[in-house]
């Protein structure tokens, strides 16, 4: 009998009994697959640990990433997984939204750094690798309202501020200039692109050759997400909208002072979104907010200091699961009806 094996389920037991007994409690739910990947011979690189968590909003498809290792999956809401893209996608998340998932299900693409980056359209049955950029991304845009999502945005890691663009689905990249300047991105069409900097939000329509000042609206959120023919973009005034391709710019309501998300529920009106103590949800569309959680207990690892930076937010609507990564510490569950 491995005995070893046999402790760790059983204290893996205990400590979900125990979350369980009482008030919704956080549940490290990657330490069993840190363990299986260490004991298995592969050393996990700096920092260490996991770096990276994302859902499939539709099917509750939980990934998570092994710093620098590789992604893996879960259909059973972490209490297994498996190895997904094993060759083709590895590095670490620095960003929320390094992992973006299409959030009307079936897509996403994996802007990792120091190591492979990729995209998938069936739900990662095949995998369409983007082309090498150094050490690749930090984070990137991806044009979900087309059925190939080709158009692509993206933000080089420390690289004075390089961005580039892709209408082939990262097979090429060209660069657009150095813009240290651009805080967050976001993709309507392969011409149409937006970016947030500290004076407002500029537009062009011509794939990054020139720029327009189009709004005062300050983004915080890294990227602007695509969702039921409206993009959404987290700002320091509020959770702010566009119906016309990124000219013009709506604030909803109140400001949840957030930089992670926004994510998803069973429709645009239900969303989960994170600042540096927890996660607040609203549920008129962003009108109002309300505080639900606070962070998980992380130990180690590298805690954030700007918005969107090493932490990764994932929500299963469906299951009513939270779940956290801090890049170089462990990925966290919480059951928000106590179960």
């Known amino acids: 009998m491995n005995l070893k094996g046999l402790t760790v389920g059983v204290l893996y037991a205990v400590v979900i ?42 099917s509750g498809t939980l990934y998570v990433d092994v710093c620098n290792v590789g992604l893996w999956q879960s259909t059973d809401h972490g209490n297994t997984f498996q190895r997904m893209a094993k060759g083709q996608i590895s590095g ?11 959030p009307a299900g079936g897509r996403m693409a994996c802007f990792l750094l120091d190591g492979k980056g990729g995209m998938t359209l069936d739900s990662g049955q095949t995998w369409q690798p983007f082309a090498p950029m150094g050490r690749n991304w930090d984070y990137g845009a991806v044009d979900w309202s087309d059925a190939r999502a080709r158009g692509i945005f993206a933000s080089r890691h420390e690289s004075g501020g390089e961005m580039y663009v892709s209408d082939n689905a990262g097979a090429s990249w060209r660069f657009i200039g150095k813009h240290p300047e ?15 900097t500290d004076s407002g939000i500029i537009r062009s329509t011509d794939a990054g050759e020139t720029w327009t000042n189009i709004s005062a609206f300050h983004p915080v959120g890294r990227v602007a997400v695509y969702f039921h023919g409206k993009t959404y973009w987290l700002a320091r005034e509020g959770l702010i909208t566009s119906r016309d391709k990124g000219e013009t710019w709506q604030c909803v309501g109140t400001s949840p002072n957030a930089g992670w998300g926004p994510l998803f529920g069973k429709d645009s ?12 949800q609203s549920d008129n569309g962003g009108k109002t907010w309300k505080r639900i959680a606070p962070l ?9 200091k700007l918005p969107g930076e090493f932490l990764s937010i994932a929500w299963d609507p469906n299951a009513q699961l939270l779940y956290a990564s801090r890049m170089g510490s462990a990925t966290y569950r919480l059951d928000l009806d106590g179960r």
């Open 182 to 196: 651009f805080t967050s991105v976001g993709i309507f069409d392969a011409r149409t692109l937006v970016a947030g």
């Open 17 to 58: 009994q125990i979350a369980k007994a009482g008030d919704p409690q956080w549940v490290n739910i990657s330490d069993p697959l840190v363990r299986a990947v260490t004991n298995s011979g592969t050393a996990i690189p700096w920092p260490g640990d996991t770096a990276g968590v994302a859902t499939d909003r539709s």
């Open 92 to 102: 670490r998340c620095e960003f929320g939204y390094a992992i973006n998932c299409d």
């Open 296 to 304: 998980p207990p992380f130990e180690g690892g590298l805690a954030p």
């Open 269 to 280: 009106k239900h969303l989960i979104v994170a600042d540096f103590k927890g996660f607040l």
